[in-house]
């Protein structure tokens, strides 16, 4: 008989044990979506906020429109809690529904062509779209100094920026380029023309962050966000240079937004 209650006795304790440890990893955890190591300090954010708070927070890979993809077609189970985008998807999110209203301590104080007036986004920074540049990989080459540098047949082959299609980066660097050129968001026709020409030089469109291969001058010069190549100057004190291009440019403000249904949802907001 003790032999029978000492059993249950252990029995429970696993059990308890196995409901106190899901219980608390569900409490700890929060899923962020579209937060590189490498973009825009996201991994020393992220594990701060860990250090701070106990609260596991993984980085995600994903880009703007990866991750508006992944919310759709996760809406009636959401996987993610936060989702960081590129301002031009905040309407896109919000008419899909994929986000619930939540606004954090300075909302009221924010301008309200950077937010949602609901509160289901709120712009967190911006950035500048800025030809980057490895100067130890471009090697006896001029440092290009504007967009029209960049057709030069000498940097054929190394050039990048992220896909326009889906990274939110890469959208802002076509509408940049556009407005550079005298056109406007009616009026696409100089980006067109812009860009034929720029694939003469062969460039290169990938979908994910780009930063590491800039700093190991695999992609010798890339358009992208000027705090990105600030980052690899000063803090990784790599061979980079920050060109705002003499045509001009475009400020980008950057969002974050709480997940509809989002499954840590008090951790998200801790965020």
Known sequence: MKSARKQMLISSLIVLAVLFTAN?????R??????????????????????ET????PNDNKNSGQSL?????????????VVYLGIAFGPQAVEQGVLQSYKPAGFDGIDPALKDENGLYTAIHYGSVAILVNTEALGDRPIPQSWDDLLDPTYNGMIGMLDPTSAA?????CIAINEA???SLDNFDPAFEYFTKLNANNVIYPKQTSTAKLMKGEIPILIDADFNGYGLKYDQYGPIEVVIPQ??????????GLVNGAPNEENGKRL
């Open 24 to 28: 608390w990893t569900a409490m700890a």
């Open 30 to 51: 929060v899923v962020t979506y579209n937060t590189p190591q490498n973009w825009v300090n996201w991994g020393d954010v992220l594990k701060e906020f860990s250090r």
């Open 54 to 57: 106990r609260i596991t927070a």
């Open 69 to 81: 993809t992944a919310l759709i077609a996760e809406k009636n189970r959401p996987v993610a809690d």
């Open 169 to 173: 980066i890469g959208y802002s660097v």
């Open 181 to 183: 050129m005298g056109g």
């Open 247 to 256: 045509e001009g440019s475009l400020k980008i403000p950057y969002i974050i």
